[in-house]
């Protein structure tokens, strides 16, 4: 089982130039249909269906509140540790940044997760760099058993690892993994990705599969827009969503559209994906995949992130941070930093990338990247209570397949 020669045999060519090409009226017949190709997935991200973006907008709204009625289910990220031997150009976790990292102890990430769990959180996504030293899959399932008593819905969001490797993760409490390919683009990955075992395209390319063998029932995948055309990433997502969804039957499957922010190393972005192109993807995944699950982060501003809220989303992050140690402090009396992946003494009153940016949080490890919406969960929960939804803060208990 493998996506990657389904992957390899998609005619490309063909559908990016049906995405740059449909017109209205072919895009019009579509927005009605109840099922739908992947070709015709591709002309709903066309010009003409940016012209059509208000009545693909309501079939969106109409599918979504009819597959998961009007709630949105409420997350937040916990990060482990910001330690990576991976060269990213994207990222600011990259091994070659000179920033402050930490890994967090046990007692550390239990601090977190009861913050968050004070906060009302019930689903926690666990996120860490790529760092075999610090981040095993040891460190991961003795972190999943410490939450799990408490947070009964615990996600990953690390390094890929080997089906076995996942097991120990899944028995101690674990339901999601998320992984995102990034970029689809072949060469471009190999551009962007320089150093460490990220370079592999097809090894992460089939992480999913592996964690779904391991036992998962949740799987998220998506690309960074930013980086390759926003249409032939979107194009690849969706094939991709496709396969699992009918090949790892047993697993929800989400999609999250992450548009690329500020981080350490000041990457600036390769393309360009607007708010519009953003709702006009998010519109057409929900009409191709309807019982997919859509994710938004606070990558993205506030005002959009509240026109968003009725038009497909099904999930939303809230409060969060990208630094490990970001809701308590949690860590920052063991902050080092790295230069070309070597631990160098601080220096006196040394400062770094996020700290000026964000100056009064609980801890001065860099983050991943700056977010774009920093409301409170208890503000964003009363948000949707406003728009007519019901935010919802737990709706999973291992009990219901014990």
Not at 3 to 9: L, Q, W
Not at 143 to 157: D, G, K, T, W
Not at 276 to 292: G, I, N, T, Y
Not at 311 to 334: C, F, I, Q, R
Request: hydrophobic share 40%; charged share 25%; aromatic share 8%.
């Amino acid at each position: 089982m493998s996506f990657v020669p389904e992957f390899n045999a998609l005619p490309f060519n063909a559908l990016v130039n049906r995405a740059r090409s449909a017109d209205t009226a072919d895009v019009r017949r579509l927005i009605g249909q109840s099922e739908l190709s992947l070709s015709d997935f591709a002309a709903l991200l066309s010009p003409g269906g940016a012209e059509l973006l208000e009545p693909l907008s309501r079939r969106s709204q109409a599918i979504t509140r009819q597959r998961f009625g009007k709630t949105i289910r409420l997350f937040a990220p916990l990060y482990l540790s910001n330690e990576c031997i991976n060269n990213c150009k994207y990222c600011g976790f990259s091994r070659d940044n000179p920033i402050l990292r930490v890994t967090l102890s046990i007692d550390d990430v239990r601090r977190e997760a009861r913050a968050l769990a004070d906060q009302g959180f019930r689903n926690i996504l666990l996120v860490a760099g790529e760092h075999p030293k610090f981040v095993s899959n040891g460190y991961m399932a003795e972190c999943v058993r410490a939450l799990h008593e408490f947070i009964p819905s615990i996600s990953l969001e690390v390094g890929p690892m080997e089906t076995a490797d996942y097991v120990p993760t899944v028995q101690a409490g674990a339901d999601g993994l998320v992984v995102y390919q990034e970029t689809y683009d072949r060469p471009l990955y190999a551009e962007m990705h320089t150093l460490g075992p990220k370079r592999d395209f097809d090894w992460r390319l089939d992480c999913a599969e592996r964690a779904y063998d391991a036992g998962f029932r949740r799987l998220g995948i998506g690309a960074l827009y930013g980086l390759a055309d926003w249409r032939y990433e979107a194009i690849s997502v969706a094939a991709h969503a496709a396969y699992l969804l009918k090949t790892c039957w047993k697993s929800q499957v989400t999609i999250s559209l992450p548009r690329l922010r500020p981080c350490a190393g000041e990457f600036q972005p390769l393309t360009h994906m607007t708010d519009r192109e953003l709702v006009q993807a998010m519109c057409a995944f929900r009409l191709f995949l309807p019982d997919a699950g859509l994710v938004l982060s606070t990558r993205e501003p506030a005002q959009l992130r509240d026109g968003l809220i009725p038009l497909g989303v099904t999930m939303m992050s809230a409060g969060s941070h990208t630094e490990p140690g970001g809701y308590t402090g949690a860590g920052k009396d063991n902050l080092h930093q790295t230069v070309r992946g070597k631990i160098v003494e601080l220096a006196a009153g040394s400062s770094e990338w996020a700290a000026a940016r964000a100056p009064g949080r609980a801890t001065n490890a860099t983050g991943q990247f700056e977010i774009a919406d920093d409301r409170s969960p208890a503000d964003i929960a009363a948000l949707i209570r406003r728009l007519g939804y019901e935010p919802v803060w737990k709706d999973w208990d291992a009990a219901l397949t014990a």
